[in-house]
């Protein structure tokens, strides 16, 4: 009952939702986490959006929310039970979602190991940014990863899936999937074996007769396909927001940052193509965010920003890099209703900025700083790491002094004016120079975040969250993971076991997996992905890192 209510009451504040009377195969698309972020999500939405074009392809929605102890877990357009759709699909932008995607298939009664299942059950799809960076931690679930930018995948993909119902009977499910392995960017996991080393890593991964040894990223032209929210709802993170892609990848480079090379070569979209989806897609809403890895970085912004603006329009930009902030676009940002700024410094000292690549200094942080407070920005939020490579007491001290001086220059007098430090742990990602890096364990990060937290307390106007410590290893672990670590995951939430017991029950040593330092010719998990840039790339960047040297920017 409480989820037939908050179905139709989401349904209710939705303008956009797509109904369909007349099709030939459902997809169920789930985003495993709430409403309000999957809505949010412009990867998620474009998906639903394609699907639904697809003449006889009606799309439908699940999120987290969507079941109870005795419907299981139901579709927020038609209200049917998820095992009864042929077609599952999710959209996974976090690794801590992996859980949720255990859960939901739990509650669906649908089986969670891709081995398990039969014609019975639904084909399991997955793609996202997760799976892209190393689909091996959810591979034993999913029939077929889309690794890479799914636009032009999914017509493919759905080319085939229509051309084995046609030949239903004629061809079987594992045939399928040895076909869709023929498709530039899609991984099926059950023709790729693992071979394991005694602590639980991977040694290598060898392919099947016939299927490729290495799956490459799929890249898609975005001439052909542009990317909006196709549904405003005042109930999404983004309240009533249009979201509006301007371009993929970033050409910086930072270090630990792994959408900054898995999006990778940079794309932007013509100025005068955005304002024409703004015109043709907004609607009545008077808002509109600007979506993309570095949005700041989008040539002629401040004219793209001014048009916006002089059509009426509020404008949202997720975040800002220190060095491309300047009072012009920042006013009209702050006529257009902005109140919060977000700028992510990273860190606090030089010698750490170039470890990292970050390729920014003290003077453009405190500039920054002083542009926010002379255009008005009320609220100024700053995202910092903690852990990271090379990284040492002096660093944390660093942050302090960098905040207290920050500080100084944005709140002065002003009262309604405050600062938001938002304190993250470094977590080493698959597909980045830092995935030979071993992460900080507990008791050093709980240290480095009582300096800062201390630091900070008798600051007036400036507010610290703190992220959680033991989420940020669990998100290493998986971020990290292979195949055993997928079924550490499955026996927690089946079994409901301790993580502990979880892992040593897998065969997954932790110690090694994530605390240790990694070798220049181990093999990872990910190296049966070519994601478009040269592993010896990443390990130079590595060496320089660790020289506190930098290296030219580019797409590497």
Known sequence: ?????????????????????????????????????????????????????????????????????????????????????????????????????LKLLKLANIPSRSEDRDDRHPL???????????????????????????????????????NFLNKSGKISRDELLFNLTRIKGIYVPRFYEPIYKENGWVEKINPKKGV????????????????????????????????????????????????????????????????????????????????????????????LCLSLYEKGKKIGISSFRVDQINKKLLEIL??????????APEVGSERMWRVIKKNINKKDVLESARIAAQSGILNLKLYFMIGLPFENDKDIDAIVS????????????????????????????????FQWAPMDKEENLQYKMKIIADGIKKMKGVFIEKKSIREAILQGILSMGNQRVGEGILHRVEENLKFSKAWE?????????????????TFFPWDLIDAGVDKNYFWKEFVRAEKESLSKLGDG
């Open 1 to 101: 009952m409480k989820f037939e209510q908050e179905r139709k009451k989401i349904l209710s504040k939705e303008k956009g939702t797509i109904f369909k009377k007349n099709f030939r195969l459902r997809v169920a698309l789930g985003f495993p986490n709430n409403y309000e972020v999957g809505m949010a999500n412009l990867g998620f939405l474009t998906v639903y959006r394609l699907l639904n074009q697809i003449e006889g392809i009606f799309c439908e929605r699940f999120f987290l929310f969507n079941y109870s102890p005795t419907k299981g877990v139901r579709t927020l357009e038609s209200d049917l039970p998820l095992n009864s759709f042929p077609l599952v699909a999710f959209s996974i932008a976090f690794e801590l979602d992996y859980l949720n995607v």
């Open 212 to 303: 490729p040894p290495i799956v490459e990223k799929r890249k898609a032209g975005l001439d052909l396909v542009p990317t909006y929210s196709p549904i405003l709802t005042p109930l999404s993170h983004f309240k009533d927001f249009l979201l509006v892609e301007v371009g993929r990848g970033c050409g910086r480079g930072c270090r630990f940052c792994a959408a900054g090379f898995i999006y990778r070569p940079t794309r932007y979209y013509e100025k005068e193509k955005i304002l024409k989806q703004v015109e043709n897609f907004s609607g009545d809403s008077t808002s509109v965010g600007l979506v993309g890895s570095l949005v700041s970085d989008f040539p002629h912004l401040d004219e």
């Open 334 to 343: 702050v006529k257009s209703g902005l109140e919060s700024l977000t700028i």
């Open 505 to 521: 029950k897998a065969g997954v040593d932790i110690d090694y997996l994530i605390f240790t330092r990694k070798d220049y010719d």
């Open 124 to 162: 399991l799809i997955a793609g996202g940014v997760a799976p892209t960076l190393n689909p091996e931690t959810t591979a034993p679930f999913f029939d077929a990863i889309f690794i890479g930018e799914a636009e032009e995948m999914i017509f493919e993909f759905i080319d085939e899936y229509l």
């Open 402 to 433: 960098l905040i207290a001086e920050i500080q100084n220059i944005f709140l002065k007098q002003e009262k309604r004016k405050r600062i938001v430090i938002s304190l993250n742990p470094f977590v080493p990602k698959a597909q980045t120079p």
